[in-house]
């Protein structure tokens, strides 16, 4: 078999400059709220008493990407905050596997507000394609399970 060119072929209802343009932007803030508003009420639900696995994971995933840029600089203050939810996510794991409810302490649901506010000035300070990219390699991070990922099992 004959060796194929494999180029990019760019489909007509995609401009690749607009594309370029809008990787290079800031994230919109309408994106960013509807983020935001995700992972709040994801905070509210487990502090109501109401929250399920997914809720947990939300804020897991939240976690995980704001201290992946905050390690590659981007916002390095977070890391205290990373740490003190991330213990409270542990204990808040550890007692669903007795209890089958997610609770968190107050210390706890203080670090993860912490947490999502400087996640969201982290997600304003970069551009979209920057942010994805974080995202991917922390989604990477996570499959790979690196030495710094703390699994629960």
């Not at 209890?99 to 996640?119: H, N, S």
Request: charged share 30%.
């Amino acid at each position: 078999m004959r060796k194929q060119c494999r180029r990019k072929i760019w489909s007509t209802d995609i401009n690749p400059v607009a594309h370029a343009i809008a990787g290079a932007a800031i994230t919109t803030d309408d994106v960013l709220s509807k983020l935001r508003m995700n992972e709040y009420s994801a905070l509210d639900s487990i502090i109501k008493g109401e929250g399920t696995v997914l809720h947990w994971q939300v804020i897991v995933d939240t976690l995980n990407v704001a201290e992946c840029m905050a390690l590659d600089g981007i916002g390095p203050e977070v890391l205290p905050y990373c740490k003190q939810a991330e213990e409270s996510l542990v204990k808040a794991a550890r007692y669903y596997e007795k209890t089958k409810k997610i609770i968190l302490d107050a210390q706890g649901i203080k670090a993860i507000r912490e947490l999502i506010e400087y996640a969201d000035l982290q997600q304003k300070s970069i551009s979209r394609a920057k942010f994805e990219t974080y995202i991917e390699k922390t989604r990477n991070k996570v499959r790979s399970k690196a030495k710094e990922v703390y699994e629960i099992s």
